[in-house]
């Protein structure tokens, strides 16, 4: 009976290894350089958590009119309409946990690489992965204030209210004007927060764009105030920004892939 020779396994039975997004290693080595490294959020980063982003497909603003749902204006006039919205939006993301993107994040302050994360996002979850300096540039959802009396509680109690209470009432006074500590359309960005990260910017020298559109200002301008002070840009998107061209490296992928890469390349 002839012996048979033992066949070596066809390359479509290894599993292909994956390949790395172009400009990755020229990213890391920009970043692990870096000695004020800054980064800008934007939804798209918490989208991965399973937060809806606002523009992009099945984003907020693709079905409801943000006039109407999120501006101030809108908001005093009818504040039961506001809640009825953030009633589903706001339970999401209480719930949300940090994706690896977040997490990445936080190491990458952690090692010295980024001083700072400046955000569009109200959701929290840059504390909650362990970032250390992070400049919401938009307030935070986790708080609600009453425009009455000044009264403050965590939103989480004010969302368990919201079965039983619409709109829900200020445990002090019992004014039905609660309103999250975020910036709604229409109202002024808070002064601190908007000049800390402009100063940030200006004496950054890589400035790391992840996961925002660069469509909604001033924040878009806390990127091109980097790049004029001599940083070199790095954009993460999904989509292509209308800032790319002034970038050194653009990646377009999901933050939760790309940047926990990004960490594993500066500390290879």
Same mark, same amino acid.
């Given at each position: 009976?002839?012996?048979?020779?033992?066949?070596?396994?066809? /390359?479509?039975?290894? *599993?292909?290894?994956?390949?790395?997004?172009?400009?990755?290693?020229?990213? &890391?080595?920009? #970043? !692990? !350089?870096?000695?004020?490294?800054?980064?800008?959020?934007? !939804?798209?980063?918490?989208?991965?958590?399973?937060?809806?982003?606002?523009?992009?497909?099945?984003?907020?603003?693709?079905?409801?009119? *943000?006039?109407?749902? =999120?501006?101030? %204006?809108?908001?005093?006039? %009818?504040?039961?309409?506001?809640?009825?919205?953030?009633?589903?939006?706001? =339970?999401? &993301?209480?719930?949300?946990?940090?994706?690896?993107?977040? $997490?990445?994040?936080?190491? $990458?302050?952690? /090692?010295?690489?980024?001083?700072?994360?400046?955000?569009?996002?109200?959701?929290?979850?840059?504390? %909650?992965?362990? @970032?250390?300096?992070?400049?919401?540039?938009?307030?935070?959802?986790?708080?609600?204030?009453?425009? @009455?009396?000044?009264?403050?509680?965590?939103?989480?109690?004010?969302?368990?209210?919201?079965?039983?209470? +619409?709109?829900?009432?200020?445990? @002090?006074?019992?004014?039905?004007?609660?309103? *999250?500590?975020?910036? $709604?359309?229409?109202?002024? +960005?808070?002064?601190? &927060?908007?000049?800390?990260?402009?100063?940030?910017?200006?004496? @950054?020298?890589?400035?790391?764009?992840?996961?925002?559109? #660069?469509?909604?200002?001033?924040?878009? %301008?806390?990127?091109?105030? /980097?790049?004029?002070?001599?940083?070199? +840009?790095?954009?993460?998107? &999904?989509?292509?920004?209308?800032?790319?061209?002034?970038?050194?490296?653009?990646?377009?992928?999901?933050?939760?892939?790309? #940047?926990?890469?990004?960490?594993?390349?500066?500390?290879?």
């Amino acid at each position: 009976m002839p012996l048979l020779t033992p066949t070596r396994p066809s /390359a479509s039975s290894t *599993p292909p290894k994956k390949s790395l997004p172009d400009g990755i290693d020229r990213a &890391a080595e920009l #970043l !692990a !350089a870096a000695h004020h490294g800054l980064a800008l959020t934007g !939804a798209g980063v918490s989208a991965e958590s399973g937060i809806p982003t606002f523009r992009g497909e099945g984003g907020l603003w693709t079905k409801y009119d *943000p006039v109407k749902v =999120s501006s101030i %204006d809108s908001f005093l006039a %009818d504040p039961a309409a506001y809640w009825t919205v953030a009633k589903q939006r706001g =339970s999401v &993301a209480l719930k949300a946990k940090p994706n690896p993107g977040h $997490l990445a994040l936080a190491a $990458l302050e952690s /090692a010295g690489h980024i001083v700072a994360v400046v955000t569009q996002n109200t959701d929290g979850l840059h504390r %909650d992965a362990g @970032s250390r300096h992070v400049v919401e540039l938009h307030g935070s959802g986790r708080t609600v204030e009453c425009l @009455s009396c000044g009264r403050r509680e965590p939103r989480s109690e004010v969302q368990a209210r919201l079965d039983v209470e +619409m709109p829900p009432r200020c445990l @002090s006074c019992g004014g039905t004007v609660l309103k *999250p500590t975020v910036v $709604l359309f229409g109202e002024p +960005m808070p002064q601190a &927060a908007t000049e800390e990260a402009f100063a940030l910017a200006s004496r @950054s020298d890589v400035m790391l764009v992840v996961g925002t559109s #660069l469509v909604v200002f001033p924040a878009a %301008d806390v990127p091109l105030v /980097a790049v004029r002070s001599g940083a070199r +840009m790095i954009v993460v998107n &999904a989509e292509p920004t209308p800032f790319d061209r002034l970038a050194e490296v653009v990646i377009h992928g999901r933050s939760g892939e790309v #940047l926990p890469e990004l960490v594993r390349l500066i500390d290879e």
